[in-house]
């Protein structure tokens, strides 16, 4: 009774697990449950059930309710494809003039506005393209074909290599000093010599249009989440699913909406960056200091001029901090994009990947990871540069980079013009061509070979292991939980936590996955998810711990972290491939890999914001390095690391769904086949939702015991 | 006497949702513990005062105390609640947004106790910039914006970034972004509170001869006590949003209304505050002196010449007119008596 009084949450917690166990041991598993493989749900078979709503059959199976629940949400998937092409096709016709056919055509409204989103679109990376690559539509666009023919002096080719790698460099020395500036140049010559120039600059066009428009839109849209509570709490619900939902799982409606290519690609991709830049914007205005803005009201500002000349320039950090997400962000969607034809890299890797070229990847992959890189250390430069005052230079001083710029036009066109005398067959001062570049693929192939050959017997005895021990035991215990003891422990867990508003938050979470065709699917997720989050967790918890003990290992781990995370998701596919083969092992080290990043840095990053003060009065006391780090730096430093456990689990839950293109047999399938299903938007967009739900329920059980704990400890 | 510039009538600030209904409700009688029952906070309470042209009147007052609140309805920067503000006769409550940003940008100015510069904008351009917002081209506002570098004097400094100047300087940078526009009413909110000690008697005793060449009609913020005594004209004591004691430092320091009030004085070394004047009698004797002190004397720097004086000594004012007389045992009374631990 003493030690009950003395710690009631934890025989609270006790007595949850008792009742879950309890459940899970008195509800059977039916003799007719099997796990569904492939799209048996889809397939018609007398054994299953029916029922209709709104005038959408549902088929499934039916089972105990305890066991698993009916998917009443079932038609969902169907509705929301239904409606989507509804609006596309039947909405709202309406008479649009048609440029070529010079007549008025009838189109249904949301048709029209997306094509011509569409065509603005492509307008856009054609003109960047064209600029970088050299060609024709954008001329074309502004005069006709006729007066190209006319005018041949109008066929301009594209920048010489030369050109666009000495710019880079000069930007990236006004950006960041010389450093950066080799950086930029020599990567920039890396790509061109290996011949991947062409791809490259598609990628990097896709990024040149969608990053801009990205900040753009997040910018407004924060400014007006700023000004306005009422957009605020419009945008918060989205902000919160954006933040979890798989970038897969966007994918799908964007093809219905706006077909496949390059276009929809930027669309897509400013639906997932935007998100990220409001939230920035918003944390930036919102981090002015009162004074600042009393101070520019004081000065007569208007509303228009303290925005723009007050709030906006205070806040600059973090709105360019914003500006890097973003361009993050275009980089690991310029790979998932390729799914839905956007060119460049990002189609190589896939198409590589996809003939398990290891090789071939492997250099594209390196190729988006340096332009990755390069773009991720300028932005940055950008955000953390102190503006220079300008006024008492001279004309030179002030303009040398354009001017050296100027300079460094006439010499690549110079070059450029050399080179198509003296190579008969390609001018490589022009561009490198595609395979006419060194290649190193062979060689990782063969070594890729040669590793499988050497090694086989152990990875394959490692592999069988791990699966047959470890994987499959879990993924049995996980797929026998019946729905109603998982609920249970759920809600338990969020009614423990943070009392009966975030266990309704998370019943409601919970109830839309368990309602939905896809219970099992969701299981099999969370059982991978799970898995990889518990070891990356262990390795980032331990390494992050050991890099804290030395000042010079706490930098290196945080930069390793740094250049890991700007890798887009997609490469990290490629080295497991090479080891593992096709299996979920690959996906798990992935899985892994990717999730152990956040882990690390947050367990740094939390010992770090332990005060000094306190380290020095633990000291004065005299405890040994042990004492101190158990008793003074875990216990505060351990909300902020249970953040970096909540990114954990997003990163791994990302990471397990992008791993359905090895193979998996999770939500991440479903979205996968989805992507090439021409009914497949509701189906794609509901099991999104399902991923960011599942990985909503741990957020926000893990925000709302760290906002708590923090408020106990005090520290902010 | 002319229209005072800054004129308050029962000015009440109240944070909280059914502020305004509640302050109806309370006709004029606010008691803040029951404000607080229901969610209110009470910030200013019932300020009633007004500041003529030229002088400078300094609030003084404990963190939450409603000093700042006050200042920050005087500039409109929140709404007050109720009452009402006069600014050389406009009613400052009923100014549309454009007539209010019309007065602060060319009537007011304002200083911040962390200086609110902008972090992105020179010295020069941060004091052209009230300019600029008004409309004046760069090169002119530019051109203004240098005189008041000099005038504060941080030439040389012109094109330095906020953050490569020490505090003392930055707040210099302050004072001249609040002086650009040649306001006629300036406020200062703790403008010196977040400098070293030395740095902040250097600030105001440049403050104050800018205040001598200047003349504006100014509001001063402070928690300083020192401060208020050594700036002011007349100063406001504030507690708990109400005014306790509005009154020239010397009266404070000799009549405090409260007990609020007379707790400050305590420690206040009297002979550095009071005037010749605040202490003298009125009446002259027979048995005066040869020295001559002027009415407008701080004691401390006549007392030795009193002191070694037998014979009363007469005062004189600005045209040697012989208007009272001071006796040396006066001074000692003055100096030594009148306190607590001595009466």
């Known amino acids: ?716 | 006497m002319s229209e005072p510039v800054i004129k308050c009538e029962s000015v009440y600030k109240i944070f909280g949702e059914n502020a305004e209904t509640m302050l109806k409700e309370a006709n004029g009688n606010v008691d803040a513990k029951t404000f607080q029952e229901n969610g209110c906070i009470v910030g200013v309470n019932n300020a009633s005062f007004e500041v003529s042209k030229g002088e400078m009147l300094v609030v003084m007052g404990l963190s939450g105390s409603g000093k700042s609140t006050l200042l920050r309805c005087i500039s409109r920067l929140t709404d007050a609640t109720g009452g009402k503000i006069f600014i050389e006769g406009q009613d400052l409550l009923n100014l549309n947004n454009k007539e209010l940003i019309d007065l602060r940008r060319n009537k007011m100015g304002m200083v911040f106790q962390s200086f609110a510069l902008l972090p992105h904008k020179t010295v020069v351009e941060n004091i052209a910039f009230p300019l600029q917002i008004k409309g004046i081209n760069t090169e002119e506002s530019i051109k203004k914006a240098m005189n008041m570098v000099k005038l504060v004097g941080l030439d040389g400094r012109e094109n330095y970034f906020p953050r490569e100047l020490s505090g003392g300087q930055q707040q210099r940078v302050g004072i001249a972004r609040s002086l650009a526009v040649e306001p006629d009413i300036w406020f200062l909110d703790e403008p010196f509170s977040a400098l070293d000690p030395l740095i902040r008697k250097e600030m105001q005793d440049e403050f104050l001869r800018l205040q001598e060449k200047l003349q504006k009609t100014i509001m001063f913020i402070t928690h300083d006590f020192d401060e208020a005594l050594k700036l002011a004209d007349r100063i406001a004591i504030m507690k708990d949003g109400i005014i306790e004691q509005l009154d020239t430092p010397a009266n404070i320091v000799l009549n405090p209304a409260t007990e609020y009030v007379r707790k400050f004085t305590e420690e206040v070394p009297r002979e550095k505050v009071l005037l010749i004047e605040d202490v003298m009698d009125s009446t002259t004797t027979e048995d005066i002196g040869d020295l001559k002190v002027s009415k407008d004397e701080i004691i401390e720097n006549v007392a030795e010449k009193i002191l070694t004086q037998e014979k009363t000594v007469a005062v004189i004012d600005n045209n040697n007119n012989i208007v009272g007389s001071i006796n040396p045992t006066k001074i000692i009374n003055t100096v030594f008596g009148g306190r607590k631990n001595n009466n």
């Open chain 1, 1 to 716: 009774m003493e030690l009950f009084k003395k710690y009631p949450k934890l025989f609270q917690w006790i007595f949850l697990l008792i009742v879950f166990f309890a459940l899970c041991f008195a509800i059977d598993v039916p003799e007719t449950y099997k796990f569904i493989r492939g799209q048996a749900e889809f397939v018609k078979d007398p054994n299953q059930s029916t029922f209709v709503f709104l005038g959408k059959e549902v088929r499934y199976y039916a089972f105990d309710v305890f066991w698993r629940l009916p998917p009443l949400l079932g038609w969902l998937p169907i509705w929301i494809n239904d409606s989507l092409f509804f609006l596309m096709n039947d909405w709202m016709p309406m008479e649009f003039w048609n440029e070529d056919t010079q007549e008025y055509k009838t189109r249904p409204l949301v048709l029209q506005i997306t094509r011509n989103l569409t065509a603005f679109m492509t307008f856009l990376i054609e003109l960047i393209r064209e600029i970088l690559l050299g060609g024709l539509e954008t001329i074309v666009a502004f005069t006709s074909w006729d007066w190209i023919d006319a005018n041949p002096w109008a066929e301009l080719p594209g920048l010489p290599w030369t050109i666009v790698a000495a710019g880079s460099a000069i930007l990236a020395y006004k950006l960041g000093g010389r450093g950066l500036a080799i950086f930029a140049g020599l990567a920039m010559t890396y790509i061109s010599i290996f011949g991947q120039w062409k791809p490259s600059m598609q990628t990097l066009s896709f990024i040149l249009v969608a990053a801009p428009l990205s900040f753009i839109f997040g910018l407004s849209l924060g400014i007006a989440a700023f000004k306005s509570k009422r957009v605020e709490k419009a945008l918060y619900p989205i902000l919160l699913v954006m933040q979890t939902m798989p970038q897969y799982a966007v994918l799908v409606p964007a093809l219905v909406l706006f077909g496949v290519g390059d276009h929809a690609a930027v669309i897509i991709t400013m639906i997932v960056a935007v998100p990220p830049m409001i939230l920035l914007t918003l944390l930036g205005l919102r981090a002015v200091p009162p004074e600042v803005i009393e101070a520019g009201r004081m000065s007569g500002c208007n509303n228009w001029q303290l925005m723009f000349k007050v709030l906006i320039p205070t806040a600059r950090r973090d709105i360019l901090i914003g500006v890097n997400q973003v361009i993050m962000v275009c980089f690991s969607m310029a790979v998932i994009s390729a799914f839905i034809g956007a060119k460049g890299l990002g189609f190589n890797l896939l198409l590589a990947l996809n003939q398990l070229n290891i090789g071939l990847a492997l250099e594209a992959g390196l190729c988006i990871s340096l332009i990755a890189i390069l773009l991720d250390k300028m932005s940055l430069a950008w955000a953390n540069k102190q503006v220079d005052y300008f006024g008492n230079l001279n004309f030179f001083q002030r303009n040398k980079n354009s001017l050296f710029f100027g300079l460094i036009m006439i010499v690549g066109i110079a070059l450029a013009y050399f080179g198509s005398i003296y190579f008969k067959e390609y001018n490589y001062l022009f561009e490198v061509p595609h395979n006419k570049g060194i290649s190193t693929a062979d060689f990782w192939n063969k070594g890729v070979d040669w590793i499988f050959d050497t090694f086989f017997v152990y990875i394959k005895a490692f592999n069988t292991w791990l699966i047959v021990e470890v994987l499959q035991p879990m993924r049995a215990l996980y797929l026998r939980m019946p729905a109603i003891a998982t609920i249970v422990l759920v809600v338990g867990a969020g009614y423990l936590i943070g009392g009966i508003r975030s266990a309704l938050v998370v019943c409601g979470l919970t109830l839309f996955i368990a309602l939905s065709p896809w219970w099992d699917r969701a299981l099999v997720t969370t059982y991978m998810a799970t898995f990889g989050v518990i070891v990356s967790c262990i390795i980032g918890f331990t390494v992050g711990t050991l890099c804290f003990q030395n000042k010079h290992s706490t930098k290196f781990m945080l930069n390793v972290c740094d250049i890991f995370q700007t890798f887009p998701s997609f490469v990290y596919l490629i080295p497991v491939m090479m080891l593992f083969g096709i299996t979920d092992t690959s996906v798990l080290i992935a899985v892994i890999v990717y999730a152990t990043i956040p882990a690390t840095r947050y367990t740094i990053e939390g010992l770090r914001s332990v005060p000094s003060g306190l380290h020095d009065a633990a000291t004065m006391s005299g405890v040994t390095k042990f004492q101190r780090l158990f008793k003074i730096e875990f216990p505060l430093a351990f909300p902020h690391m249970m953040l970096g456990l909540n990114q954990t689990i997003v990163f791994a839950l990302f990471m397990v769904i992008i791993g359905a293109f090895i193979g998996t047999e999770d939500l991440g399938q479903y979205i996968l086949k989805a992507l090439s299903d021409k009914k497949g938007a509701g189906i794609g967009l509901t099991l999104g939702i399902c991923v960011a739900f599942i990985g909503l329920i741990f957020d926000n059980l893990i925000r709302t015991w760290v906002d708590k704990r923090k408020k106990h400890l005090g520290i902010d």
